[in-house]
């Protein structure tokens, strides 16, 4: 398989040095991709990344991750408006740790084969080289003219950011140069890949190799992800969506994918997957017949979902979300964690009643009208019961007296009242 054949009819190539694609073809090589440890999950912007990574495993060479943990000290100017804040080692350490599982989903790090993928971190390089090392190793061979060149030094210098650029931020093209000479140097490593926003930060990497050790480096980038209506990717209201469960559950994860447009989900499968092109042009043309099934939406929110977390949780996502838009039956809902149930349930009206007070078991009818005032009157409530018209955590509520005990409470904590299709109300014991 040809590496740059793949990324490209994926859309995934940005620029690309010449005569990459050249040695690729005439020896198994070595890249990295960096990434920034500031969090102890990645989300899914860093997804376009590592899955470059994956399917340069797959095409035979060696991926490499590098965990920014003293770049991460310092902070990339690249695509920013604001300095950012600075972590400690021990927070360094425990990002990488973590980030390292997750990746561990993408890419083989455990098995004999030559093109294993490792995983690096600059900071234990970094460490213990003094600032006069670093300015006789490093400094001398890059102009201050080289450096003020590039795009990422220019918005920051030119007005785009309220606080200029810090000199911190300007040495860090030089880092992530250095890093690039260090694992050239000591890893044979030949490639470096990263978003387009990386280009200049890459390429003094190759200019510092060849004007050190007079070696040829060479550079790949993707595209920045975006969505068709110019919105920024990844990014909801309530922030990013992230790889590790604590953050974003399952079921908000597989929401995420499901619910993109007709055109990001054409987009989005290429990238974000590992399907072949002669099964995604298939899913396409299927998808053009009959958009409104979202064929290429539930393809892509099942891949990607069993890639992230598992199968076991793409099943419960898919059967959540019959919770709310199918048929699904009251045994499908007591299995829910609350965590699941409280994201299906985002946004629907919430009732708060006292725990204590349902020990002694209430009437449905006082229960819904007085203490969790679902229904206006007791009235309405009746004739809606007689009508087959609400259901008590999705079963059918037969009698309108009928009594309420803590017993009923699903996860020990809620009552779910549906009246007629769509409307739901949670009612919470506490």
């Given at each position: 398989?040809?590496?740059?054949?793949e990324l490209?009819w994926?859309?995934?190539?940005?620029?690309?040095m010449?005569?990459?694609?050249?040695?690729?073809?005439?020896?198994?090589?070595?890249?990295?991709?960096?990434i920034?440890?500031?969090?102890?999950?990645?989300?899914?912007?860093?997804?376009?990344?590592?899955?470059?990574?994956r399917?340069?495993?797959?095409?035979?060479?060696k991926?490499?991750a590098?965990?920014?943990g003293?770049t991460?000290m310092?902070?990339?100017?690249?695509?920013?408006s604001?300095?950012r804040?600075?972590?400690?080692?021990?927070?360094?350490?425990h990002?990488?740790e973590c980030?390292?599982?997750?990746?561990?989903?993408?890419?083989?790090?455990?098995?004999?084969?030559?093109?294993?993928?490792?995983?690096?971190?600059?900071?234990d390089?970094?460490?213990?080289?003094?600032?006069?090392?670093?300015a006789?190793?490093v400094?001398?061979?890059?102009?201050?003219n080289?450096?003020?060149?590039?795009d990422?030094?220019?918005?920051?210098?030119?007005?785009?950011?309220?606080?200029?650029?810090?000199?911190?931020e300007?040495?860090?093209q030089l880092?992530?140069?250095?890093?690039?000479?260090?694992l050239?140097e000591?890893?044979?490593?030949k490639?470096?890949m990263?978003?387009?926003?990386?280009?200049g930060?890459?390429?003094?990497?190759?200019?510092?190799?060849r004007?050190?050790v007079?070696?040829?480096?060479?550079?790949?980038?993707?595209?920045?992800?975006?969505?068709?209506?110019?919105?920024?990717?990844?990014?909801?209201?309530?922030?990013?969506?992230w790889?590790?469960?604590?953050?974003?559950?399952?079921?908000?994860?597989?929401?995420?994918?499901?619910?993109?447009?007709?055109?990001?989900?054409?987009?989005?499968?290429?990238?974000?997957?590992?399907i072949g092109?002669?099964?995604?042009?298939?899913?396409?043309?299927?998808h053009?017949?009959?958009?409104?099934?979202?064929?290429?939406?539930?393809?892509?929110?099942?891949?990607?979902?069993?890639?992230?977390?598992?199968?076991e949780?793409?099943?419960?996502?898919?059967?959540?979300?019959g919770?709310?838009?199918?048929n699904?039956?009251?045994d499908?809902?007591?299995?829910l964690?609350?965590?699941?149930?409280?994201?299906?349930?985002?946004?629907?009206?919430?009732?708060?009643?006292?725990?204590?007070?349902?020990?002694?078991?209430?009437?449905?009818?006082?229960l819904?009208?007085d203490?969790?005032?679902i229904?206006?009157?007791?009235?309405?409530?009746?004739?809606?019961?007689?009508?087959g018209?609400?259901?008590?955590?999705?079963?059918?509520?037969?009698?309108?007296?009928?009594?309420?005990?803590?017993?009923d409470?699903?996860?020990?904590?809620?009552?779910?009242?549906?009246k007629g299709?769509?409307?739901?109300y949670?009612?919470?014991?506490?």
């Amino acid at each position: 398989m040809n590496f740059v054949e793949e990324l490209t009819w994926r859309g995934m190539v940005h620029t690309m040095m010449p005569g990459t694609e050249e040695i690729l073809s005439k020896e198994q090589v070595t890249a990295y991709v960096g990434i920034d440890p500031t969090a102890d999950s990645l989300h899914i912007g860093h997804l376009c990344g590592i899955m470059m990574l994956r399917h340069f495993q797959r095409c035979g060479h060696k991926p490499m991750a590098l965990i920014g943990g003293a770049t991460g000290m310092i902070g990339d100017p690249s695509g920013k408006s604001a300095e950012r804040n600075l972590l400690d080692e021990a927070t360094l350490r425990h990002n990488q740790e973590c980030i390292k599982n997750q990746l561990a989903k993408f890419l083989d790090f455990e098995s004999d084969i030559p093109n294993k993928a490792e995983l690096v971190n600059n900071y234990d390089w970094m460490k213990d080289f003094t600032f006069l090392d670093f300015a006789r190793e490093v400094g001398k061979h890059i102009t201050v003219n080289y450096m003020m060149a590039k795009d990422s030094v220019q918005k920051r210098l030119n007005g785009e950011a309220r606080d200029g650029l810090s000199f911190t931020e300007f040495t860090y093209q030089l880092l992530q140069g250095y890093d690039f000479l260090h694992l050239y140097e000591t890893k044979g490593c030949k490639l470096q890949m990263g978003g387009s926003d990386q280009w200049g930060n890459i390429t003094t990497g190759t200019e510092l190799i060849r004007r050190t050790v007079g070696g040829e480096a060479f550079a790949l980038t993707c595209p920045l992800i975006t969505k068709a209506d110019g919105g920024k990717f990844g990014k909801t209201e309530s922030g990013n969506i992230w790889l590790d469960p604590k953050y974003t559950s399952p079921y908000k994860f597989y929401q995420f994918w499901l619910n993109v447009s007709d055109e990001d989900a054409a987009k989005y499968i290429k990238i974000f997957t590992s399907i072949g092109k002669e099964e995604i042009d298939a899913l396409v043309e299927e998808h053009s017949q009959a958009p409104h099934l979202r064929i290429l939406q539930k393809r892509l929110a099942k891949e990607v979902t069993i890639m992230v977390h598992s199968e076991e949780d793409y099943n419960a996502a898919v059967e959540a979300s019959g919770i709310l838009f199918g048929n699904s039956t009251s045994d499908a809902l007591k299995k829910l964690d609350e965590d699941t149930l409280l994201a299906v349930f985002e946004g629907v009206p919430q009732f708060e009643i006292s725990r204590e007070f349902l020990s002694q078991g209430v009437k449905a009818v006082d229960l819904f009208v007085d203490n969790a005032p679902i229904f206006a009157s007791k009235g309405e409530m009746r004739k809606l019961v007689q009508g087959g018209g609400i259901s008590l955590n999705k079963e059918k509520l037969t009698a309108f007296d009928k009594e309420v005990t803590a017993a009923d409470l699903l996860d020990n904590k809620f009552l779910l009242v549906q009246k007629g299709k769509k409307n739901y109300y949670l009612v919470i014991a506490k």
